[in-house]
């Protein structure tokens, strides 16, 4: 039997998920294809339903379910929990859903990787407030950043983010309990605060849905510290990735991050260690 896999979502055409994930299962020999599994709000229920069938390994969730798939699962790792967001649901032997994230985990390995940046001890910009954010907020408390300023168009859900992810919430057998609470700032986008923190920090992350288009960047007004890192989440070049390089900052587009969490979730599904130059190289070509 061919098994499968799927990216639930809304909209899911653009993914470049099943390049990745295919080409790892082609590489190992593993019967099982990736696909896209398009979603509609009021039709999540029946696929998490069919996820509980023998033919399904697991799934990859997307915009906008994942915080409404939740509750529709059986069990949830500790990181979902907090994070409050699940992107990779995986079985257990005895048929449970269980749900994770692996964008946290992702999003520190690509910059320690890719960016050769260690945020332990940093000063960090995060753009936005929604799930990929609190993915990114919980993987830079847990690394000990010094400084989180997180930035976002509605002040209330910046603020929200850090109230939930504090030190406190961390899982303790991942992470040292001992490191001091960093410093949490909430700003509003257009907050003229914002310059200054800017200039003072070491990491940019763009973890809002702006920059797809060509044209638009989430910071009208860019100003770039010395030395820093600029890190879109946006899987292509983008306008504020232009605009850092331009000012002279060293930037990474998000398709590292793409990678290690798909590679994650490939060990959830099949628990083989992923082949990642296979889908870095698929990615590439997507
Ligand atoms: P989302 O829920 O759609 O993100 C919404 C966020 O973007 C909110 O903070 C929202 O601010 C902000 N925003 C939306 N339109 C805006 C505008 N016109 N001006 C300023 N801010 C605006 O998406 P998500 O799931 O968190 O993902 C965010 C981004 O990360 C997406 O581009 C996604 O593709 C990318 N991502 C990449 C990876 C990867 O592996 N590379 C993984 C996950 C996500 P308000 O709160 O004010 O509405």
Same mark, same amino acid.
């Given at each position: 039997?061919?098994?499968?896999?799927?990216?639930? &979502?809304?909209?899911?055409?653009?993914?470049?998920?099943? *390049?990745?994930?295919?080409? +790892?299962?082609?590489?190992?020999?593993?019967?099982?294809?990736?696909?896209?599994?398009?979603?509609?709000?009021?039709?999540?229920?029946?696929?998490?339903?069919?996820?509980?069938?023998?033919?399904?390994?697991?799934?990859?969730?997307?915009?906008?379910?994942?915080?409404?798939?939740?509750?529709?699962?059986?069990?949830?790792?500790?990181?979902?929990?907090?994070?409050?967001?699940?992107?990779?649901?995986?079985?257990?032997?005895? &048929?449970?859903?269980?749900?994770?994230?692996?964008?946290?985990?992702?999003?520190?390995?690509?910059?320690?990787?890719?960016?050769?940046?260690?945020?332990?001890?940093?000063?960090?910009?995060?753009?936005?407030?929604?799930?990929?954010?609190?993915?990114?907020?919980?993987?830079?408390? +847990?690394?000990?950043?010094?400084?989180?300023?997180?930035?976002?168009?509605?002040?209330?859900?910046?603020?929200?983010?850090?109230?939930?992810?504090?030190?406190?919430?961390?899982?303790?057998?991942?992470?040292?309990?001992?490191?001091?609470?960093?410093?949490?700032?909430?700003? +509003?986008?257009?907050?003229?605060?914002?310059?200054?923190?800017?200039?003072?920090?070491?990491?940019?992350?763009?973890?809002?849905?702006?920059?797809?288009?060509?044209?638009?960047? $989430?910071?009208?007004?860019?100003?770039?510290?010395?030395?820093?890192?600029?890190?879109?989440?946006?899987?292509? $070049?983008?306008?504020?990735?232009?605009?850092?390089? *331009?000012?002279?900052?060293?930037?990474?587009?998000?398709?590292?991050?793409?990678?290690?969490?798909?590679?994650?979730?490939?060990?959830?599904?099949? &628990?083989?260690?992923?082949?990642?130059?296979?889908?870095?190289?698929?990615?590439?070509?997507?």
């Amino acid at each position: 039997m061919i098994q499968r896999i799927g990216l639930i &979502g809304d909209p899911v055409a653009h993914s470049r998920s099943p *390049a990745m994930q295919n080409a +790892a299962l082609m590489h190992l020999g593993i019967p099982a294809r990736y696909e896209l599994w398009h979603t509609p709000a009021d039709e999540l229920p029946a696929r998490i339903a069919m996820l509980r069938t023998s033919e399904c390994l697991g799934a990859n969730v997307t915009l906008p379910h994942k915080t409404a798939v939740l509750p529709l699962l059986d069990d949830l790792e500790q990181i979902a929990a907090r994070i409050g967001a699940v992107n990779t649901i995986y079985k257990r032997a005895d &048929g449970t859903l269980v749900g994770t994230n692996t964008d946290a985990p992702a999003l520190l390995t690509t910059l320690r990787e890719d960016g050769q940046f260690e945020p332990g001890g940093q000063r960090v910009v995060l753009l936005g407030a929604s799930g990929a954010a609190r993915a990114a907020a919980y993987a830079l408390v +847990a690394a000990h950043v010094e400084r989180l300023v997180v930035v976002n168009r509605t002040l209330e859900r910046a603020e929200a983010l850090l109230a939930d992810v504090t030190l406190s919430q961390l899982d303790p057998h991942d992470y040292q309990e001992t490191a001091p609470l960093p410093q949490l700032i909430a700003l +509003a986008l257009d907050d003229p605060d914002v310059p200054a923190y800017l200039a003072d920090s070491m990491l940019l992350i763009n973890a809002t849905a702006v920059g797809w288009q060509a044209d638009t960047t $989430p910071l009208p007004t860019l100003t770039v510290a010395p030395g820093m890192l600029v890190y879109d989440m946006v899987y292509r $070049p983008t306008r504020l990735l232009r605009e850092a390089a *331009a000012q002279g900052a060293r930037t990474l587009d998000g398709l590292g991050m793409l990678l290690h969490q798909g590679a994650l979730a490939f060990t959830h599904w099949t &628990g083989r260690p992923a082949p990642l130059a296979v889908m870095r190289r698929a990615l590439q070509t997507a």
